[in-house]
């Protein structure tokens, strides 16, 4: 690798400034916001990516399919950028906000907010790298030990990354380390910073390329301490947001992607599903007997998903296509279920295996991911065969998709499609997609079809019902799904350490701009659960913004409220505390949609000035009023929980105990109890006690208030 070198000013503009760099490369930076700027680097020979699928500043359209040339300015406010230089320093300011000073002479930036406190700062010694031989791009940045850092999307272990090296490269993890395991599904190279002195920032890095991100992990002794992000053969291409708040930085990011769609209110409701009832012999009767039983026990079930196994042959599963065998009147079956007042979702995959009834037709018109010399279906391992990704970058495959998913789902009484292992990894060097027209290899567009795959759907579907708000969900994606789609932890292990570890991948997905999140209730691989472990786990999700109860387990046992009679009425008791509580979950939606901010957070993101709230835990808020203090140890009778400073007091939200704030509580914990506390000033929506799986509709029965005096 080479550093950029010495840079000289080329252009000034209106809104920023072009630098020369030795070799015929541009070094571009730009303020487009009073608190964001964007700095990118072109080599003499063009962009590696030229396009862009993640940038859709709202308010503004979507991007257009075949992407957003990178060099777009359309939708920001680029407000006037004073520029001065002086002793080789380049300085770039607006007034009352963001200023940026450009040491020349060996490219480093400093990052400072409107007050003109440094926010970040490049490492000075050597900041840009480039790599001809690789394509590889490095970009340094001082690093203070005190600093913390977040984001990255699905992220496992501790909230504060400070101390690790991360990947952002999606695989299919089932059974992934919940501590310590690396890469998961999603490609999301955002990070989210708190300095040494508590300013925020936030750090996007516009690539579909795999990242390297360390974060204190790499030493080196001509150094000063520092982080960084290498880039495998993309762009860089980064916008640098600045905050008073961790909550004013993530509303920047997410409004520069788009935004977050609002699904309908059905899909806030506890969800079923279980690959063992799918993959059943008798899999029609067994669902038959499923909504039978659920009516009978009077547990609320807004909706279920169906697994793969409606479409296999033995373990192989193809998609768009129904094992008649297994269910040999779905449409009656699903009509049965709509009756019962559930709603369902299919899963869907983008993968035809090399026996599928369809692959042929998709090969002839050149469908699939392919070699790049020979043009032929690159065929990898998937679902116990071989089989060939499909291109969601030809216009083709896209209206086959959407054609097959109206005939062999929608049009079968199903209403969502569940965007399912498009994790795409796909290991061929010579494999490549159409690009819409300008091929793309397929190391930078792997997360691309993901995306792409789950706007297919969400369109389908918006065009199948144009009347009703549209749900989907999918596993992979990069920035951008969340205007599209709900997203999960992925195929997690039972065990009590997944449950806790969850805790946290949950709220660093929501801190990385994904708000409609959750988990596998009771753990998808591995053993089954016990009664204890069962009912915890029900209790931690049960306030998440996605409640699905999944599993695929080698006895053969499924996650469903009564796999534990004696426990079953601890487990329904946590769902009907998650509609009791719906109007205030539907009001957090609806601000996740409006004004970008995560359903659920860590207490710091509401309390960033209370130290405590830094530490490791267990706890997270519902919205800004609701602390939710999970139970996660076995045999626990009692548990700690730091209520924090800043409201007068909280207050129990079961027995209405007033708590003092800013103090450790000893809390006793039955089986059946949920730690929920309420801060003082709060007013909180709750429904009436309906019956049925409607429940997610129940009108609001009354606010109550957490009173705010002493």
């Given at each position: ?20 760099l ?14 964001m ?9 063009g ?51 963001l ?113 390297t991100?360390?974060?204190?992990c790499?030493h ?5 301490l ?40 059905w ?15 008798d ?14 026990e ?16 033995g ?13 040999p ?15 369902l ?9 090399d ?12 469908g ?12 990898e ?26 005939a ?9 499609g ?11 060097d ?8 300008q091929t ?39 920035p951008?799904l ?35 999140v ?7 691989a ?36 009564w796999l ?18 719906m ?21 710091f ?66 089986l ?39």
């Amino acid at each position: 690798m080479k550093t950029f070198g010495a840079a000289s000013v080329s252009a000034t503009h209106p809104y920023g400034v072009d630098l020369a760099l030795p070799g015929g490369g541009r070094f571009s930076i730009q303020l487009l916001e009073p608190t964001m700027a964007r700095v990118r680097f072109k080599a003499a020979g063009g962009y590696r990516e030229p396009r862009t699928w993640a940038i859709a500043p709202q308010p503004g359209p979507d991007v257009a399919w075949s992407g957003r040339p990178r060099d777009a300015l359309d939708g920001f406010a680029l407000p006037p950028v004073r520029t001065t230089q002086q002793n080789g320093q380049l300085e770039l300011q607006i007034e009352g906000g963001l200023s940026i000073q450009v040491q020349l002479d060996r490219l480093a930036l400093t990052w400072r907010d409107q007050s003109r406190n440094v926010v970040a700062e490049d490492r000075s010694t050597s900041a840009y790298f480039h790599s001809e031989r690789s394509g590889a791009t490095r970009h340094y940045l001082q690093r203070n030990r005190a600093e913390r850092y977040y984001g990255l999307g699905d992220k496992t272990g501790p909230l504060n990354l400070h101390g690790r090296r991360l990947r952002t490269l999606a695989l299919d993890s089932l059974g992934y380390d919940p501590q310590q395991g690396d890469p998961l599904y999603k490609h999301w190279p955002f990070v989210l910073s708190r300095n040494a002195t508590g300013q925020w920032s936030g750090i996007y890095y516009d690539t579909l390329a795999a990242c390297t991100f360390d974060l204190g992990c790499e030493h080196d002794n001509y150094h000063e301490l520092f982080r960084y992000v290498e880039i495998d053969d993309g762009d860089l291409d980064y916008y640098m947001m600045v905050g008073n708040s961790p909550g004013e930085v993530i509303a920047q990011f997410v409004r520069l992607i788009g935004g977050t769609h609002l699904p309908p209110r059905w899909s806030l409701g506890f969800a079923q599903t279980a690959m063992g009832l799918a993959d059943a012999p008798d899999a029609q009767a067994q669902l038959d007997a499923f909504i039978t039983r659920i009516g009978q026990e009077g547990i609320p079930c807004s909706s279920f998903h169906y697994g793969s196994g409606y479409s296999s042959r033995g373990k192989r599963r193809y998609v768009f296509t129904w094992n008649a065998s297994k269910f040999p009147d779905p449409k009656s079956l699903n009509a049965r279920f709509q009756a019962a007042g559930m709603r369902l979702v299919a899963n869907i995959k983008p993968c035809l295996l090399d026996d599928h009834p369809a692959f042929e037709v998709v090969k002839a018109h050149g469908g699939f991911i392919h070699h790049a010399a020979t043009n032929s279906p690159i065929l990898e391992q998937f679902w116990d065969g071989e089989g060939a990704h499909l291109d969601f970058t030809r216009t083709g495959v896209i209206a086959w998709w959407q054609q097959n998913l109206r005939a062999q789902v929608l049009d079968y009484g199903i209403d969502a499609g569940w965007n399912d292992n498009n994790e795409y990894a796909i290991m061929d060097d010579a494999a490549a997609c159409h690009g819409f027209g300008q091929t793309l290899p397929i190391h930078r567009a792997r997360p691309l079809h993901a995306l792409l795959m789950t706007r297919a759907s969400f369109e389908a579907q918006a065009a199948h019902r144009p009347d009703e708000p549209v749900f989907t969900v999918t596993r992979g994606g990069p920035p951008g799904l969340q205007r599209y789609a709900q997203t999960w932890t992925g195929d997690n292990t039972t065990s009590w350490e997944t449950l806790r570890w969850n805790i946290r991948t949950g709220l660093q997905m929501s801190l990385s701009g994904m708000f409609n999140v959750g988990h596998d209730v009771g753990g998808f691989a591995g053993p089954s659960p016990g009664p204890e472990l069962f009912v915890r786990w029900v209790q931690a999700c049960c306030l998440n913004p996605r409640m699905v109860m999944n599993s695929w387990k080698a006895d053969g046992t499924n996650n469903v409220p009564w796999l534990h009679p004696e426990v079953t009425h601890h487990v329904a008791a946590a769902i009907r505390l998650r509609y009791t509580l719906m109007p205030y979950l539907w009001q957090l939606f609806e601000r996740a949609h409006r004004l970008h901010e995560p359903i659920i957070r860590p207490t710091f993101y509401d309390f960033a000035d209370d130290e405590r709230c830094f530490d490791d835990c267990d706890d997270f808020m519902l919205g800004d009023a609701l602390l939710v203090a999970p139970v996660v140890e076995p045999g626990a009778t009692s548990r700690t929980v730091y209520l924090p400073k800043g409201p007068a007091a909280w207050f129990d939200f079961h027995t209405g105990q007033r708590l003092a704030a800013g103090v450790v509580h000893g809390i006793e914990v039955a089986l059946g109890t949920l730690p929920l506390f309420a801060r003082a000033g709060a007013s909180v929506t709750v429904a009436t006690a309906g019956q049925g799986n409607n429940r997610h509709n129940d009108p609001v029965g009354q606010i109550r208030h957490f009173p705010s005096g002493t």
